[in-house]
């Protein structure tokens, strides 16, 4: 996916956060398949185990049945039909999830190749905030941040200070 390339802003400022969350040796499952970011969670004394490749929107199995201590599901949500399902059926008590903001001088991303990288949702902030409360969970960190991209034009400028990636700590509501 990333062809040698990695969204280093993205990485950095997700590894901060899950830092000022978890310690170091904490059972973390990440939804998605294992990825480059899994490897420097890895290298930063996480444990990490991924999700198969699995449609999560037709089989849970795995964070239902999980015994990690916190679910990771970074810019996962948006390629899901249904959320909400996956999110119910977290056995996990704690979830670290970023999602794409929708950004309204953008279509939604589709990739016009691969289709598993196209985009069903992209959130409002509020969007995100209400699915998470409506499925069971309580906001304890909010996190917004920009994605200038290097070129010319009115989207790009408008890029350097709309946010486009938001993410949330999250523990379930008992």
């Not at 901060?16 to 969350?21: L, T």
């Not at 973390?28 to 490749?53: A, R, S």
């Not at 950004?103 to 409002?124: G, M, N």
């Amino acid at each position: 996916m990333y062809e040698n390339t990695f969204p280093e802003k993205r990485y950095r400022i997700t590894l901060d956060f899950i830092k000022e969350i978890s310690p170091k040796g904490t059972k973390i499952l990440d939804l998605g398949t294992e990825n480059p970011f899994g490897e420097i969670l890895k290298k930063e004394g996480y444990i990490v185990e991924n999700t198969q490749g699995e449609d999560l929107d037709d089989d849970q199995t795995a964070v239902a049945t999980t015994n990690a201590d916190l679910v990771t599901a970074l810019e996962i949500f948006e390629h899901l039909l249904s959320p909400y399902e996956v999110l119910k059926s977290i056995k996990a008590d704690k979830l670290i999830a970023s999602v794409p903001l929708k950004l309204w001088f953008s279509p939604a991303y589709q990739s016009k190749t691969d289709p598993w990288d196209r985009h069903y949702h992209e959130f409002e902030d509020w969007q995100f905030d209400w699915l998470l409360e409506k499925s069971g969970w309580t906001i304890k960190k909010r996190k917004q941040w920009t994605h200038p991209v290097n070129k010319i034009g009115i989207r790009p400028l408008l890029r350097r200070f709309t946010p486009r990636y938001y993410m949330v700590y999250a523990e379930r509501t008992r």
